[in-house]
């Protein structure tokens, strides 16, 4: 069997997420009798169904399923071929970084810094994102490293190196009694009747049940803390982007978290080898200073 095209697999993600040949369709711009053929010849291509159709609609088959998966991953890395190989040929090749707006602000100030003293540095482009979309940034070639969080983000497929590891604090509201704490436990920030923990997207972009708010960005969290509609913990590093209207308190047993540079598996340049060798030396002096 020939190769698959880029084209095909793009056609086949289109329908599978949509299950509407119609709308799938004008999401591609095209029309629709063609996009059918183009599925059919991929089904008798591949030998097996990948859709069912029936009056009721469209629906993958367990093949379908696994196609969608793979397909994902094969444009993700198309892509990222595209874009990596792009800002190579630039007259000055610089790296992407991406971090969650707020996280670890400090110590992506020091990383930085150190890493901008280092003889013939690459430049760093930094790429602000929003929850758990570190990794897709990765895979697909907008972002070459990421400012990532164990045991919190997915790191299958990544390399990493730890630089720091810490405590978590509570954000609470300013008003609430809680706030006039000097510490607290897991036990006391999990279960607050008028303050419930926000719900944080989990890796398949779902949230978990609970009474908390989901929350999808830093600034969306920030005002519902202000307004004292929620709580959460975070490591103590992440705590910059707190307001006024908030107070931080340590949880005294909340699991501790390292914070990692990450890059896809298997990336070899000169530059990104400088900025981990940046984060090793910053680690060190974390690990001196402790």
Do not use: N
């Not at 994902?72 to 630039?90: I, K, P, S, Y």
């Not at 890796?203 to 708010?213: A, E, K």
């Not at 060190?284 to 200073?289: E, P, R, T």
């Amino acid at each position: 069997m020939d190769g698959l095209e880029t084209r095909e697999l793009r056609y086949f993600v289109a329908v599978a997420e949509e299950l509407h040949f119609g709308r799938a369709a004008e999401r591609l711009t095209m029309a629709q009798p063609p996009l059918s053929r183009a599925i059919q010849q991929l089904e008798r291509r591949l030998g097996v169904l990948l859709l069912e159709r029936d009056r009721r609609g469209v629906a993958l088959t367990a093949a379908g399923e696994t196609m969608l998966v793979e397909a994902r991953r094969a444009l993700d890395a198309v892509d990222a071929a595209v874009r990596r190989t792009r800002r190579a040929a630039a007259a000055q090749p610089a790296l992407v970084l991406t971090t969650k707006a707020g996280a670890s602000h400090e110590l992506l100030k020091q990383l930085l810094d150190a890493h901008a003293a280092r003889p013939g540095a690459a430049e760093i482009d930094v790429l602000l994102c929003e929850i758990g979309e570190q990794g897709q940034l990765l895979r697909d070639g907008r972002a070459d490293v990421a400012i990532m969080h164990a045991p919190f983000d997915v790191m299958m497929g990544l390399d990493s190196a730890e630089i720091l590891t810490e405590g978590q604090v509570a954000i609470v509201p300013a008003a609430h009694p809680l706030a006039r704490r000097t510490s607290l436990t897991m036990a006391e920030v999990s279960h607050v009747p008028d303050l419930p923990i926000a719900r944080w997207p989990r890796h398949d972009y779902t949230y978990p049940p609970g009474p908390g708010p989901e929350v999808r960005s830093q600034s969306q969290l920030a005002q519902l803390v202000a307004l004292g509609r929620t709580l959460l913990v975070i490591p103590a590093s992440s705590r910059a982007w707190q307001w006024p209207e908030h107070v931080a308190v340590p949880v005294l047993d909340a699991p501790l978290v390292t914070t990692l540079l990450a890059w896809p598996a298997g990336t070899h340049s000169a530059a990104l080898a400088g900025l981990v060798e940046t984060a090793h030396q910053l680690e060190l002096g974390q690990d001196a200073s402790a």
